[in-house]
């Protein structure tokens, strides 16, 4: 009667835990199972507590970091997006680190960081907004700041590259920042018209 009390025990247990993580069981029953397989045969019921609160401990609400790691598109990775009646493809061309020969004017502990990119606009709207609204580079530490590059590769243009591209339109250009000396940047971001909604992000 105590060994099959002890495993009534165990298998409402593992539902209990089943019911709770209900998105991910996999993580839950085989792992259950095998610990209640390889109890030893004396003390059986204080082994199985032990395993079971083993069980429950690793048990968390988000992901471990080591699954999350990578998550992110990565360079030369495409991304859509649909923003006030225009479907956008979006891709990060490059991340020029650091960019030299720019003619920048940076801040004291700084150094310039170039993000290529490229916007493709399939319609049906127009897409007019400002390149240094919408794309951001996130730094480690620190903020990263857009500066104007006088010269170079990645010249600021006179005329935006982000504004007014029309359906069928194919936009390439340079957005340049400065980075705080000693930071890596560990994201780029495309927010459609400055806002958060419909924002991309890619792993640097």
């Known amino acids: 009667m105590k060994r099959g009390l002890a495993g009534a025990v165990l298998i409402s247990v593992g539902l209990w835990l089943a019911g709770c993580g209900a998105g991910s069981p996999s993580h839950t029953l085989p792992h259950i199972s095998k610990l209640a397989s390889n109890s030893p045969g004396r003390s059986r019921r204080a082994s199985s507590r032990h395993e079971i609160a083993q069980v429950l401990v690793t048990i968390t609400p988000a992901a471990p970091a080591s699954l999350r790691e990578g998550a992110l598109p990565r360079v030369d990775m495409a991304q859509s997006v649909f923003t006030e009646g225009a479907g956008l493809l979006v ?96 994201e780029v971001r495309f927010s459609p018209h400055a806002r958060s909604a419909g924002r991309l992000v890619w792993a640097a």
């Open 91 to 186: 891709m990060l061309r490059a991340v020029i680190d650091p960019l030299t020969g720019s003619g920048a004017r940076l801040p004291a502990g700084t150094r310039a960081v170039a993000v290529l990119v490229q916007i493709r606009n399939g319609g049906p709207a127009v897409y007019d907004s400002s390149a240094t609204g919408d794309f951001a580079v996130i730094p480690s530490s620190g903020i990263a700041t857009p500066v104007l590059a006088t010269r170079g590769l990645c010249k600021t243009p006179q005329e935006d590259f982000d504004r007014y591209i029309t359906a069928g339109e194919d936009r390439v250009g340079c957005v340049v920042y400065a980075v705080p000396d000693g930071a890596t940047v560990s």
